[in-house]
């Protein structure tokens, strides 16, 4: 039987959280495991369903990723059907939604697909195995991780806990509504398998850093922003000291941003290396004080539960227990709907299989994982 008569997986987009989530880890693990798949009902809970250009342009770069066959890729499409083929490696990658859709999300798609670009094609170190990845859209965006958060939460959880060494640079930020922003990404493909990795302890905080930024506006946007978060890190009832908190106040070149805009991403680390983000954006209407103190707060409800992950890190890491060698165990709060989105799709396209154990109902909660072993398939 060849590949173009095998039976889509078929997939209700519409489920759980139902929104763009099950697609973006619904077409990564179809390009590795070379599955074809169907998705119906595409962000159906959403108060405008179907695809929005910034689905639309990840699907796109998936499917030249693997030279795949796509159709029902068009906005506001709310059915898809997605046939991979070899994923070509070592090429570059360029992904453009030409809106302010977030970067973050286009990285989603395209990272675990990139990291097992066929690396054993080359010897690890080799400059010729890097692949190259540009992302334009919104860096700092609602509804989504912010890129700052994926340089100081994300990317050290992959390298401290799964030895992947993903870097980026960031070429201009670009925010709603403009977008235009830019980030380079040069990734490091792996033969395989992950690691396996044990989060269950996380041991005291023993730093708070962060960022609070505007463009095209007054540095005391920045600087009231800061002062907020500060002073409700110091309230709250995490007893951490000023001493250990560090957020910068910063005005950024307008030669280095698109548009205006300001926010503020906070990050805290423990002494085990754990690390947890809170961040929050401007908006019309808003002072600049309160943005501050919304983003201590989201830091603060995910260090509150006691787990090893916060609430972004969360449903991101699942990907990776499901491709680990071995067994996986996370602590972490209660589950958001993005994770067990992600859980539910990891388990219907592969044989990972997830044990969920609640302490309460409010959290915290215990994942376990028994991974696939992925390794980079034979050509």
């Known amino acids: 039987m060849s590949e173009t008569d095998i039976s889509p997986v078929v997939l209700d987009g519409g489920i759980l959280e139902g929104g763009g989530q099950i697609v973006r880890l619904a077409i990564s693990l179809a390009i590795l495991l070379r599955k074809p798949v169907s998705i119906t009902n595409i962000r159906k809970n ?22 795949g066959s796509l159709t029902g890729c068009e906005l506001g499409s709310t059915a898809i059907e997605f046939r991979p083929g070899l994923v070509d490696p ?15 999300l286009l990285l989603q798609i395209a990272l675990p697909c990139l990291l097992f670009s066929k690396g054993h094609t080359h010897e690890p170190g080799d400059s010729e195995s890097v692949v190259d990845l540009t992302l334009r859209g919104g860096t700092n965006a609602t509804y989504a991780p912010q890129i700052d958060w994926t340089e100081h939460v994300f990317f050290p959880f992959l ?49 708070i850093k962060g960022k609070a930024w505007v463009a095209g506006l007054p540095r005391s946007v920045a ?11 110091v309230s709250s009832d995490l007893c951490v000291s000023s001493d250990i908190i560090d957020i910068e106040a910063d005005r950024e070149s307008p030669r280095l941003a698109v548009g205006s805009g300001s926010g503020i991403i906070l990050w805290a680390e423990t002494e085990k290396g754990c690390r947890f983000g809170g961040s929050c954006l401007g908006r019309k209407g808003t002072v600049s004080s309160a943005v501050g103190e919304e983003a201590a707060q989201e830091l603060i409800r995910n260090l509150a539960h006691g ?29 958001t709907p993005h994770t067990k989105t992600a859980i539910y799709v990891a388990e219907k396209l592969t044989d990972a299989r997830f044990s969920v154990v609640e302490d309460t109902p409010e959290g915290p909660t215990t994942i376990t994982c028994e991974g696939i072993v992925f390794r980079c398939p034979e050509v």
């Open 159 to 207: 390298q401290r806990h799964l030895r992947l060494e993903p870097r980026f640079a960031i070429r201009k930020r670009g925010y709603f509504p403009k977008g235009g922003g830019e980030v380079h990404f040069t990734i490091s493909p792996v033969v395989g398998p992950l690691p396996a990795f044990t989060l269950i302890s996380r041991g005291n905080i023993i730093s």
């Open 223 to 233: 600087l009231e922003m800061r002062d907020a978060a500060v002073s409700a890190l």
């Open 90 to 104: 070592f090429q570059k990658y360029l992904a453009d939604p030409k809106t302010a859709g977030s970067i973050t």
């Open 307 to 335: 787990g090893c992950v916060d609430e972004y890190l969360q449903d991101q890491i699942i990907v990776f227990m499901t491709l680990a060698a071995g067994r996986s165990t996370v602590r972490m709060g209660r589950l």
């Open 46 to 67: 959403r108060r405008d369903p179907g695809l929005k250009a910034q689905h639309v342009a990840g699907l796109r770069l998936a499917s030249e990723i693997c030279s």
